[in-house]
């Protein structure tokens, strides 16, 4: 899986494409954790190119948003999940939990 990362309205913003699974998970979770360490502590991924999400992403995307909910002015947001990233997102209950917008404008807007 790669990334593209940019900053809108004091969010940092992470582009993904590809596959998120056990073989980039342990590498783009050590990315997320370093972001959240340097101080930016306003997140959201973006789905929109992402292909493929294993219970490895699953895992990485829910550790990153409790490690920001714990931060002060911490926020974290999905957008642009396709059909097959919402229906595991569904399945696995993540919807309920997390915070999921069409994209990024409307997470902007809404976080």
Known sequence: ???QQEE???YKI???QGRLDSSSAPTFES????FIESGHH???LDFSSLDYIASAGLRVVLATA???KAKEGGKFGLCGLNENVT???EVSGFTSILKIFKDQKAAIESL
């Not at 990315?31 to 370093?34: A, E, K, N, S, V």
């Open 31 to 34: 990315d997320l954790t370093g």
């Open 8 to 10: 809108k309205s004091g």
């Open 66 to 68: 409790k490690r920001l």
């Open 87 to 89: 229906e595991v997102f």
């Open 14 to 16: 992470l582009k993904c």
């Open 42 to 44: 306003q997140l959201i």
């Open 1 to 3: 899986m790669d990334y």
